[in-house]
């Protein structure tokens, strides 16, 4: 299952943002297990990037998104997604509606993000960490 990233699912686990953490951390753990498939943006990079800088300083927040880097894929996020998003009348946060596409034709099945309600217009599952966890990664399931 490809699974899609959010930027705030990034930087909940990049800066330990608690309580949230307690489900991305372990989300982002299905990077070792073959039945998922972790993909995210270099939007969402940069944006987890920051808030890892802020908080952690330069070098180490650099280390810590390479890290991320070695264990999930980037979604294409060009123009095409671009030209979507802005066409798409139901789409009102451009950022959003670049993050949905890219998921999109990158064939995810959800998209985890702990804002669910900015991606209202969604054809494909979106679910916040804790939902995602307990649906997915209780009982065995994951």
Known sequence: MKLFLDANVLVSVLTKEYPSFLYTSRILSLADNKRYHLVTTSVCLAIAFYFAEKQ???????????????????????????????ENKKIHDFEDGLQYYAAINAKCKCIITSDIDDFYFSDIEILDPERFFRKYMTAGKG
Not at 70 to 81: L, P, R
């Open 56 to 86: 952690h300083g330069h070098t180490l927040a650099k280390s810590k998104v390479h890290l991320l880097l070695e264990h999930i894929d980037i979604a294409d996020c060009g123009k095409k997604e671009a030209m979507l998003a802005i």
